[in-house]
Structure formats: structure tokens, C-alpha cells
């Protein structure tokens, strides 16, 4: 980014986001329940949404309050251990998709594989972790009093996005100020042009492979698993896919 951040973010993204690199994705998979917790939404703000990618035996995560929670209840919960009792859960698939913006409680349960796009911060107030201790006996820290400053209380269900895709054309499946998501189906060759024009993109392979060629001829195989980040000064590209593949999309807004 400090040498080649216009080519790869692109002029208008380069001027908006300078030499930080504005996406932070992730792939989750979660062997027991993770913590429940919250991202500050002003200083070091986090939003993020989870794509699911895979399930082993009844998965599901959290992403955010059941109706009629109050900060009065949720203390209440927070003093006997119990807040992981007021979530929503949902029961989870393949394709699920969820989006969890700064200040809306979450958690991810066992069983759960995902693809993960975020803000680019590490903050994470850690509000409940089931009673764990490290490898030193202690428990971990959590952090109540920042969290509570930042949770939302007004949020309530649904919270899993609904979305139609098509073969053969770009589904936007989730639009944030933050990022952009968006999936290509593919069974034959396609042009990529990203929505804004002059943007880099993000390809993670879901299913099958794809050969991807840039602007210059260059060619390089992604396959399923992998990801590769597509610089704004490559585009158009041609994507050349396997006989059926599946490539999970993301660009900024």
C-alpha cells in the first residue's frame, strides 16, 4: 500500500482511504462457541458481516438481542452470567448471510465455518466467554463498561439478509457504507468491470476454480479456498472459470 496504493485502491478510493488498506477479511472456523462481544462504533469502528460458508452438526450463531431487551436486563444478565440467554439465535446453512454493524452484540457458535469481511480494526469488547480460562488458569479478561457504552439496545430481528442470485451476472447481495458484497456464479467466461469502474475487488473461491486475466494478458489460477485481491489498475478482467464456480465478491463503496 505505501508503494503502489493508487494502482491497487484506485484514484477516488486512494484519496478516501490513503495508504490503509480499507478491508479486513477473514475465514472463521469455529471449533467451540467463541465469546460474545461488540465493536465501538466512532473511535476504531468495526462493522462486519459473515457469509456462511459450511456447518457441522446444529451451528448457529448470534447477531444481536432478542426484541424487548433493555440495558436494565441485560445488566441484570450480566451479573448472574446469563447474557448469552437474551441473543437471537439463528440456526445456520450454507449461503446464510448476516450483516453485524458496530454496536450489535454478536457471537459465533461451534460448528460454524464463514467468510468474514470487517473494517480494518482490532477492537473487540469482549462481554461474555462462557467462564474459560487460559492456559494459566485465569480467566480472560472482558471488557463491560467499554462495552456498554457502545451496544446497541434498539436493534431486533431478523437480522439474516435475504438475496436472490442469478448465473452469469454480478449479485450484489449486501451493500454497507463500509464494503460491498457481491457473488458471481459462473459457468462460462465473464467480464469483470467493478461497479465503480476504477476499484480494486477482493475474489474468494467458494466453489470450483477460475483462471483469472487482466488488462495486460496476465494470467493466474485461483483455486477453491484461495483468494486473491484484483488491483483497480488490472481492470477489466476476464475471468475463465471451471465447468461451474463460485466466487464470493467484495468492493468497497
Request: proline letters at 6%; charged letters at 20%.
Amino acid at each position: 500500500m505505501q508503494t503502489y496504493g493508487e494502482g491497487i485502491l484506485g484514484r477516488q478510493d486512494y484519496r478516501r482511504y490513503g495508504t490503509h488498506f480499507p478491508l479486513l477479511i477473514k475465514l472463521i472456523n469455529a471449533e467451540q462457541d467463541l465469546s460474545v462481544q461488540v465493536h465501538p462504533d466512532r473511535v476504531l469502528p468495526k462493522s462486519e458481516m459473515w457469509y456462511i460458508l459450511g456447518t457441522s452438526g446444529e451451528a448457529r450463531i448470534s447477531a444481536g438481542f432478542q426484541e424487548g431487551v433493555t440495558k436494565d436486563s441485560y445488566l441484570s444478565a450480566i451479573n448472574d452470567h446469563r447474557v448469552s440467554e437474551l441473543l437471537h439465535y439463528d440456526t445456520i446453512n450454507a449461503g446464510d448471510l448476516f450483516y453485524i454493524p458496530a454496536g450489535r452484540i454478536h457471537t459465533i457458535g461451534a460448528g460454524s465455518f464463514l467468510f468474514e469481511v470487517q473494517q480494518p480494526s482490532d477492537t473487540t469488547f469482549r462481554i461474555f466467554d462462557y467462564q474459560r480460562r487460559d492456559q494459566k488458569g485465569e480467566l480472560r479478561p472482558l471488557h463491560l463498561q467499554q462495552a456498554l457504552e457502545v451496544l446497541d439496545f434498539t436493534a431486533s430481528p431478523p437480522y439474516k439478509a435475504t438475496y436472490h442470485e442469478e448465473h452469469d451476472s454480478l449479485n450484489t447481495l449486501l451493500s454497507t457504507p463500509h464494503f460491498v458484497f457481491s457473488t458471481l456464479r459462473l459457468n462460462k467466461p465473464y467480464i469483470f468491470t467493478p461497479p465503480k469502474g476504477e476499484e480494486c475487488a477482493v475474489f474468494f473461491i467458494a466453489e470450483g476454480s477460475i483462471e483469472v486475466e487482466d488488462l495486460f494478458g496476465q494470467r493466474v489460477l485461483v483455486e477453491q479456498g484461495h483468494s486473491v485481491l484484483l488491483p483497480a489498475q488490472l481492470m477489466p478482467l476476464t475471468i475463465i472459470p471451471s465447468s461451474k464456480s463460485k466466487i464470493l465478491v467484495v468492493t468497497l463503496p
